[in-house]
């Protein structure tokens, strides 16, 4: 977790390689086995060209990095808004990164407003969006 | 869980789904956290929970034929944790349709309830639809 919470501090990226093993697996855990995730034959008549992952898989490790940062803060009493903007395909390697763009106070309760973005190997943005998390009552 | 399908065209503002019920057992988080490769922390992760409520409701309503569904984009709000093998409530309904061109958006809202009926998860869903 972050030992200090000021703006203008990263946040610890997260890295990870896309699979199609790895979107079958969300595929099942999730139950969203749409086929332009999980059928090759299906996807590549799309114009998309071949499949692509699930946009919450990114979502997920984007949860990772605010959790690794903020721990139960993030959990309980987090909020993000995220467009998917592009789509990351099996073989491509995502990198999330965020930052924290201000500490605010209101009504005695700080809060994290923070920014990040989810980019893939060619440096095109995946998933761009903000989260704020609520931290402890007074705590600056 | 829902079974009926619902038509795309049915879908209008306001409309409300079937409330969806799902019991988040230790088999479907620890597949949840090999498939995002996590280690976990002893509770649901909140987008597992996510993860499988818009997975329910993208499947309780059938597309126009040749019509692709994409997630756009999402917004979500935690309130609380919730225990592993802990039973959860969906109330999902349709906020926004926007038509333009072949290009269509369907704005789901949704709130997610634990057992004792606190608000654990709200969130907003665009899904973008194409031919």
């Not at chain 1, 979107?23 to 071949?50: R, W």
């Not at chain 1, 940062?69 to 491509?92: C, H, I, M, V």
């Not at chain 1, 763009?101 to 005695?108: S, Y």
Request: aromatic share 8%.
């Amino acid at each position: 977790m972050l030992t200090e919470i000021q703006e203008g501090k990263t946040l610890n990226p997260v890295v990870k390689h896309i699979t199609q093993e790895k979107i079958n697996l969300y595929a099942e855990a999730s139950g969203d086995f749409n086929p332009i995730h999980v059928d090759e034959s299906f996807a590549a008549k799309t114009p998309f060209g071949g499949t692509i992952a699930h946009g919450m898989l990114n979502l997920a490790y984007v949860s990772e990095m605010m959790t690794s940062a903020f721990g139960q803060n993030w959990l309980s009493g987090g909020k993000l808004r995220a467009k998917f903007k592009e789509a990351a395909r099996p073989g491509d390697t995502v990198t999330i990164n965020g930052k924290i763009d201000c500490v605010e106070q209101k009504d005695d309760v700080s809060y994290a407003n923070c920014s990040f973005e989810c980019r893939n190997q060619k440096g095109e943005v995946i998933v761009a969006g903000e989260a704020i998390v609520k931290l402890s009552i007074g705590k600056r | 869980m829902q079974g009926n399908t619902v038509n795309y065209e049915e879908l209008i503002p306001g409309y409300e789904f079937s409330p969806t019920s799902y019991e988040l057992s230790a088999s479907l988080v620890s597949k949840y956290l090999q498939a995002v490769d996590s280690a976990g922390d002893g509770f649901v992760p909140p987008l597992a929970i996510t993860a499988c409520v818009i997975a329910t409701m993208a499947g309780s309503f059938s597309l126009p034929p040749g019509t692709v569904a994409i997630h756009a984009s999402q917004e979500l709000e935690f309130f609380k944790l919730v225990p592993i093998g802990a039973a959860i409530e969906c109330h999902t309904r349709v906020a926004q349709k926007i038509t333009r061109g072949k290009m269509s958006m369907l704005i789901l809202e949704l709130d997610i309830f634990d057992q004792g009926k606190e608000k654990v998860q709200s969130g907003k869903t665009t899904i973008a639809l194409t031919t």
